[in-house]
């Protein structure tokens, strides 16, 4: 289970950060992204962690500017998203994904709940 919250409304250059609570599973075992999907766009993952070395990846869009990371004795992942701009309101997800690479959308299988990120002029 995977449950994401810290989202809300933030003014342009604002920052925010998202938390993921994970329960259930083996947290270190599993890679873990942050997604988004904006109104009449496609889901699109924004960054993500490795399960074992911590690796990471962003998207061009974001890198910079967000930063995430994993606390496995916490079983949480984190988003820290800077410098926001109006082309970062989405609903955002994390996920978590079983597979061998993290850095692709395809392999992530569990979602958690969206969570809305408004980033107003």
């Known amino acids: 289970q995977l449950q994401a919250f810290g989202g809300g409304l933030v003014q342009a250059g604002g920052s925010l950060r998202l938390s993921c609570a994970t329960s259930?599973?083996?947290?270190?075992?599993?890679?873990m992204g942050w997604f988004r999907q904006a109104p009449g766009k496609e889901r699109e993952l924004v960054a993500a962690?490795?399960?074992?070395?911590?690796?990471?990846y962003y998207a061009y869009s974001v890198k910079g500017r967000f930063t995430i990371s994993r606390d496995n004795a916490k079983n949480m992942v984190y988003l820290q998203m800077n410098s926001l701009n109006l082309e970062d309101t989405a609903v955002y997800y994390c996920?978590?994904?079983?597979?061998?690479?993290?850095?692709?959308?395809?392999?992530?299988?569990?979602w958690g709940q969206g969570n809305q990120v408004t980033v107003s002029s």
């Open positions: 962690v490795s399960r074992r070395t911590g690796s990471t």
């Open positions: 996920a978590a994904s079983g597979g061998d690479t993290y850095f692709r959308g395809q392999s992530y299988t569990y």
């Open positions: 259930g599973r083996t947290f270190s075992n599993y890679h």
